[in-house]
């Protein structure tokens, strides 16, 4: 069965300290692991999918990398806009997708 | 700007009552999905179509549960009857070539 676990569950920053969230899974045959972003009231918003370990794809000051067990989503000196919730998920062999708990980032 | 709509966006009801819950996916995508979120659980995957057909309704408790794709514009999901646990955040997402686009949900509340 697909997993994915998020780490932390909650984060809190200033303004300017960057840091990174964490994704783990396990996936039988992965065809790729997606980030969202969603804030409050609203549906996930699509930031990356990566597809091969080695992998990394950059967004303003998000930047995403994969390895064969984990993601980082690595954000450079965070501003109070990048507060949202932060959800990781992975596709194996259909196109279902297998969310993460989420990781509520507080700048 | 093309965008997943839902509707309705907020809903409250009594226990026992029929909730309907409706998405347009976004024109040209031919797989929708319907999603639940909680506190507790996330986000939880009920069911998915693909060209109007169901392909997978695991997720979804099939006693009251019920989702369907009149048409290519339209995925409903209907609760009957209708529990407080259902209450939670639902979400249809269409999904385009390279990963799934999101409604903005309807809030559902169940008293």
């Known amino acids: 069965e697909d997993q994915v676990t998020q780490s932390p569950e909650a984060l809190r920053l200033q303004e300017g300290e960057s840091s990174s969230l964490n994704c783990s899974y396990t996936?039988?045959?992965?065809?790729?692991l997606f980030w969202y972003r969603q804030d409050p009231g609203k549906g996930p918003e699509f930031l990356f999918t990566?597809?091969?370990a080695g992998e990394e794809k950059e967004k303003e000051r998000l930047k995403a990398t994969l390895t064969k067990k984990e993601s980082f989503l690595h954000i450079t000196a965070p501003k109070p806009e990048d507060s949202a919730t932060y959800l990781c998920?992975?596709?194996?062999?259909?196109?279902?997708?297998?969310f993460g708990k989420g990781t509520k980032l507080t700048v | 700007d093309a965008r997943v709509t839902q509707t309705p966006r907020d809903k409250v009801t009594e226990m026992g009552q029929e909730v309907t819950m409706r998405c347009q996916p976004i024109?040209?995508?031919?797989?929708v999905f319907w999603y639940r979120q909680t506190m507790m659980q996330g986000l939880e995957l009920l069911a998915y179509?693909?060209?109007?057909?169901?392909?997978?309704d695991s997720g979804m408790p099939k006693d009251r549960f019920s989702a369907e794709m009149p048409d290519a514009t339209l995925a409903t999901l209907k609760i009957q009857p209708s529990e407080p646990r259902d209450s939670a955040v639902y979400f249809c997402?269409?999904?385009?070539?390279?990963?799934?686009?999101f409604g903005p949900g309807t809030r559902l509340l169940v008293l």
């Open positions: 998920a992975v596709r194996g062999g259909s196109e279902k997708l297998v």
């Open positions: 996936v039988s045959g992965l065809r790729g």
């Open positions: 990566l597809y091969s």
């Open positions: 024109l040209g995508h031919n797989t």
């Open positions: 179509f693909r060209n109007r057909a169901p392909l997978d």
């Open positions: 997402a269409s999904l385009g070539e390279e990963t799934q686009y």
